[in-house]
Nanobody, 125 residues
Framework: QVQLGESGGGLVQAGGSLRLSCAAS????????MGWFRQAPGKERELVAA????????YYEESVKGRFTISRDNAKNTAYLQMNSLKPEDTAVYYC??????????????????WGQGTQVTVSS
């Protein structure tokens, strides 16, 4: 069992940066792939970025490539999402999630087994 909790969301102007953190409980964090999803009002939840258990492989949704960076620190049981050059269209609730699937990196919502409660990110124009 893995319990997840996000932090780091907030209000930022377009062009600004935020770093989201996802703290995990349990001793099995390092054996799970991690993903960051987002859900804007009226839209489906979408995968933004994902990282393998070792951190050696990553995936990014096309619209965030070059702006967002996913990382993890298994010693701290924490995953991160560094978001730079934020745009108003990045506004959403951001969720971290953990998947028992280790390879390939899970890119589908139903492949994730554990979810955080979400953190709001609002980008003003």
């Amino acid at each position: 069992q893995v319990q997840l909790g996000e932090s780091g969301g907030g209000l930022v102007q377009a062009g600004g940066s935020l770093r989201l953190s996802c703290a995990a409980s349990g001793r099995t964090f390092s054996s799970h792939a991690m993903g960051w999803f987002r859900q804007a009002p009226g839209k489906e939840r979408e995968l933004v970025a994902a990282i393998s258990w070792s951190g050696g492989n990553t995936y990014y949704e096309e619209s965030v490539k070059g702006r967002f960076t996913i990382s993890r620190d298994n010693a701290k049981n924490t995953a991160y999402l560094q978001m730079n050059s934020l745009k108003p269209e990045d506004t959403a609730v951001y969720y971290c999630a953990a998947s028992r699937q280790q390879f390939p990196i899970p890119t589908v919502l139903r492949m994730y087994d554990y979810w955080g409660q979400g953190t709001q990110v609002t980008v003003s124009s």
